[in-house]
């Protein structure tokens, strides 16, 4: 059975601390994994899609990466405009749904 | 801009009494899923179509519906809500194949049941 699993559930930075935040999967024939934004009482917004290990991909001060067991969010001398919960999703090749995880939810002081 | 839109942000309904939820997309994506989000969870799958192709979570209660008239529509129906059944629901489109099949998420509808 597909998972997802992230890690930390919760981050707490100072403005400019940079950080990593993990996503562990297990799936059978990865076709995309997806790192979403979700803010308080919103629907997630896209970031990344990476297909293949070692694939990177960044937007501003976020960079994701993939190996074949998990990705990494790298956050780079994040701001308070960073602070949201971080979703993870991986789709099978198979199957087209999204399996998400729970998320990492942080929030960055000044 | 092309989006996904989900009417109405925010529902409240009473215990027992059905309730629909709307969701329009003007990406002509043939795939739509409805997820439900509890606080501080994962989004969960309830279901999703492929073009007018229904697919049912296995675990997705009965009192759960859904209606997609055409390409650009979807309806979540609930049918006796309970007060388990407060959540977030939300609506994504994603297309089906090709090399860039991310789903593109709505604003939600927040459920209150009392």
């Known amino acids: 059975e597909d998972q997802v699993t992230q890690s930390p559930e919760a981050l707490r930075l100072q403005e400019g601390e940079s950080s990593s935040l993990n996503c562990s999967y297990t799936?059978?024939?990865?076709?995309?994994l997806f790192w979403y934004r979700q803010d308080p009482g919103k629907g997630p917004e896209f970031l990344f899609t990476?297909?293949?290990a070692g694939e990177e991909k960044e937007k501003e001060r976020l960079k994701a990466t993939l190996t074949k067991k998990e990705s990494f969010l790298h956050i780079t001398a994040p701001k308070p405009e960073d602070s949201a919960t971080y979703l993870c999703?991986?789709?099978?090749?198979?199957?087209?749904?999204?399996?998400f995880g729970a998320g990492t939810q942080v929030v960055v002081t000044p | 801009d092309a989006m996904v839109i989900q009417n109405p942000r925010y529902q409240v309904t009473q215990f027992g009494k059905p309730v629909t939820l709307s969701c329009s997309q003007t990406?002509?994506?043939?795939?739509m899923y409805w997820y439900q989000q509890k606080s501080s969870q994962a989004p969960k799958l309830l279901f999703h179509?492929?073009?007018?192709?229904?697919?049912n979570e296995a675990d997705t209660p009965d009192n759960f519906q859904s209606r997609r008239p055409n390409t650009s529509f979807c309806f979540l129906d609930i049918r006796s809500p309970g007060l388990g059944d407060a959540a977030m629901y939300l609506c994504?489109?994603?297309?089906?194949?090709?090399?860039?099949?991310?789903?593109?998420f709505g604003q939600g509808t927040r459920l209150t049941v009392v």
């Open positions: 179509y492929y073009d007018k192709d229904f697919n």
């Open positions: 994504a489109t994603s297309r089906q194949q090709g090399l860039n099949t991310e789903a593109f």
């Open positions: 999703a991986v789709q099978a090749k198979s199957w087209g749904k999204l399996q």
């Open positions: 990406l002509n994506h043939n795939v």
């Open positions: 799936v059978s024939g990865l076709r995309g």
């Open positions: 990476l297909y293949s």
